[in-house]
């Protein structure tokens, strides 16, 4: 039997690393996509510690820059015949962040990597995942889009250029955006085997130690907020049901929340002149 094989982003640390353990323990060949290849190296030892399992390996990849993706993708097709799934974990998200970060491309970071970098990645590894008997494709987005039911994408401003910058903002934002892009993608790849779905992820506890900058008052609200949220371990479930259930290979389009259950999204999320207008913006960056 062929094992499949997984890549996924951002898989050395929290809900990523958890994936990729539960992934290997699966029978996956997992590739982790890691920024860093010293602290890649490390996680990929406690991975295949704790899975048992050696069928696992590193790929260098920023998901903010697209030189980092074409190369990574290239450096994949030397590697591999085909990819069996796609999950889109790694993201930008640092609490302690004042200010706009620009990308080696020019690019706001965490539009960069939470959006354009996705997208090219999947349009450059399409192929591979065409060779799939069953491709998946696994996107992320966050349940603090619920409490943001008016948002939308700034198709003027998605790099907060003229408009008061925040992180959380420009994250839900680039969010809201891969919500968008699984139903646009979903709906490009229908007569194709492969499936799109996009995890809507609850609270999961946060490792402050990986923000040494942010205050004490910012690390006293994270400490409340933990006791009401999961373990990256447990989120990581529905990252690995996703990918490997044979109960959902023609499932596709849908937002899954923790408990593997399908749930709505905004209104405007899911009007098909929105979702056009997002990609449109989206691909004037790639191409």
Sequence with gaps: ?????????????GIGKQAAIQLAQTGFHVIIGVR???????????????????????LQIDMSSKKS??????????RIDKL????????????AR???????????????TN???????TDSVIDLIKESEQGRIITIASQGLVMHPKLTVDLKDPEFEKRKFSVPNAYYQSKLAQVMYTYWLSEKLKDTGITVNCIRVTNVKVDTSRYPNISGFMKFL?????????????MAKTYTYLASSPDINKMTGKYINEKNKTVASSPYSMKKENIDAVMELTMRYIN
């Excluded at 190369?71 to 097709?77: G, N, T």
């Excluded at 799934?85 to 993201?91: P, S, Y």
């Design 222 to 234: 994270y400490s409340i907020k933990s006791r009401f949220s999961i373990s990256p371990e447990d």
């Design 1 to 13: 039997m062929i094992k499949k094989t997984c890549l996924i982003t951002g898989g050395n640390s």
């Design 84 to 95: 069996d799934v796609l999950i889109h974990n790694a993201a930008d998200f640092d609490i």
């Design 69 to 78: 993706i074409l190369d990574a993708s290239l450096e994949l097709k030397n």
């Design 36 to 58: 860093n290849l010293k602290r890649g190296e490390i996680a990929l030892a406690e991975i295949k510690e704790k899975s048992e399992q050696n069928d696992i390996e590193l």
């Design 115 to 121: 959006q354009i970098g996705p997208v090219l990645l």
């Design 98 to 112: 004042k200010q706009p970060v620009k990308s080696l491309d020019g690019i706001e970071t965490i539009w960069a």
